[in-house]
């Protein structure tokens, strides 16, 4: 599978069918990992935890063996590099035909932490299953899916722009095109996708649009799902990433440019 078609057909998986994981696919995930950098240069880690060894469990979660946590120090912008870094991973998973969803809420939080050994100056935002998906959903599975419409996506007009906020993006190359729709089909967080991108000659400034709120947690959720989104836009189009608003929206949050 080449890349746009890995985004496209990848999709969460809350119920698998009970296999362990093969050494292969454990050694490869692995090896992958190591060579995983993000753009904002903050070092991510992986730590593979044997969900039996550590008594690790989720309620929406059928039939898994194997974890992935992920850890990231506490510093600016450390969501974003996370998402970006973990996606990587989600992504080179599903190429191999290993299942993941990303879980951040229903778990025993302090077991996974304490399992992956996550130290006072990191956070563990977010772990993920990895296993062989199952040939039918569980109820809750479905459920959970169909509750957040998983499998829809907001229309290309109205995530991308041209100029500001205010003029859809409606003309533009293919190979722009084919990034900004692997941005569309990101995912993210109670699938509220929050990435608006606009579009100013060859830089697209990348923005969180909304909140999701009540979460309580000491980061930013949505800046995870940017992190995603940037992951998307730069494994097709490539490009430079930087920090500079350009000062054009006055009601979403700016996160960064990307520059191709």
């Not at 870094?85 to 229903?106: N, P, R």
């Not at 959903?137 to 509750?147: A, E, I, M, Y």
């Amino acid at each position: 599978m080449d890349i746009k078609e890995v985004i496209r057909t990848r999709k969460s998986f809350r119920t698998f069918d009970g296999r362990e994981l093969s050494q292969e696919d454990k050694d490869a995930l692995a090896a992958y990992a190591q060579t995983i950098e993000n753009p904002y240069g903050i070092p991510v880690s992986f730590v593979w935890l044997d969900a039996a060894q550590y008594k690790l469990s989720s309620p929406v979660i059928n039939g898994e063996h194997f974890y992935v946590a992920v850890k990231v120090p506490k510093v600016p912008r450390c969501e974003e590099a996370l998402g970006f870094s973990f996606e990587k991973l989600v992504l080179y998973a599903w190429s191999l035909g290993v299942g993941t969803t990303w879980i951040a809420g229903t778990m025993n939080r302090s077991r996974f932490e304490e399992a992956a050994q996550t130290g006072p100056d990191e956070f563990m935002m977010v772990v993920s299953p990895l296993g062989y998906p199952a040939a039918k959903q569980s109820f809750v599975d479905r459920r959970l899916r169909g509750s957040v419409r998983g499998d829809e996506r907001l229309p290309f007009e109205q995530l991308f722009f041209e100029g500001d906020f205010a003029t859809p993006l409606l003309d533009c190359d293919d190979a722009v095109k084919d990034a900004l729709e692997a941005v569309r089909w990101y995912p993210s967080a109670a699938n509220k996708q929050p990435c608006r991108v606009v579009k100013a000659g060859d830089a697209f400034h990348f923005y969180k649009k909304g909140s999701m709120g009540g979460a309580n947690r000491p980061w930013d959720s949505q800046k995870i799902d940017m992190g995603i989104a940037l992951c998307h836009f730069m494994s097709v189009a490539g490009g430079v990433l930087s920090i500079a608003d350009p000062g054009i929206a006055a009601d979403a949050e700016y996160i960064a440019t990307v520059t191709i």
